[in-house]
């Protein structure tokens, strides 16, 4: 999966600009720190989000490789119970009830593997779509930000703010 990209080069720039044209209202340095800080948390989601799609995707892939094995496992089940219908001596047949028994038990095993391997594919996945939103989340209060920077709105700042907690809130969840 692709990771996550935060825009926030050109938006550097602009606070700055607007800070040096404004004659430093005091509301404004907070409104950049505030804003670095969103940016700060961004990227730190999106670097989260984009390990647990990588490690979902590699769970899934064992998880698949397991099923396989499993798979490969009653086929050879199957091969030797049809050598057993042809067998007529006790002791080979014997020899092939225990073979059938051994890739009964091992396909049990090897269930048990994938299905664990399943779960933790399922759970990165989770905590990626979080931190992924998050990231979202973020984004937009980057933007909210720059909007309150360029047009000196106090109460715009304030939204970006409350977008942040929420954002922080998410990234938090995403990190358990």
């Not at 606070?15 to 950049?32: D, H, N, Q, R, V």
């Not at 496992?73 to 047949?93: F, H, N, Q, R």
Request: charged share 25%; net charge negative.
């Amino acid at each position: 999966m692709e990771e996550i990209e935060v825009p926030t080069e050109h938006l550097h720039e602009s606070i700055k600009e607007k800070l040096e044209e404004g004659g430093g209202e005091s509301w404004s340095m907070y409104l950049a720190i505030s804003t670095a800080l969103m940016a700060v948390l961004a990227a730190l989601g999106s670097l989260f989000a984009g390990h647990h799609s990588n490690e979902a995707l590699l769970c899934q892939l064992k998880a698949s490789d397991s099923w396989n094995y499993y798979q490969a496992k009653g086929i050879k089940y199957e091969v030797v119970s049809l050598m057993k219908e042809i067998k007529t001596d006790p002791a080979e047949t014997e020899k092939l009830n225990e073979k059938m028994k051994q890739y009964k038990d091992d396909q049990a095993e090897i269930k048990k593997e994938a299905e664990v391997s399943m779960k933790e594919s399922e759970g990165h996945l989770q905590q990626h779509v979080i931190l992924a939103r998050s990231v979202t989340i973020f984004q937009i209060s980057i933007a909210i930000s720059a909007i309150a920077m360029l047009t000196r709105r106090k109460f715009l700042w304030y939204g970006s703010m409350a977008f942040s907690i929420i954002g922080l809130v998410l990234f938090i969840m995403g990190m358990r």
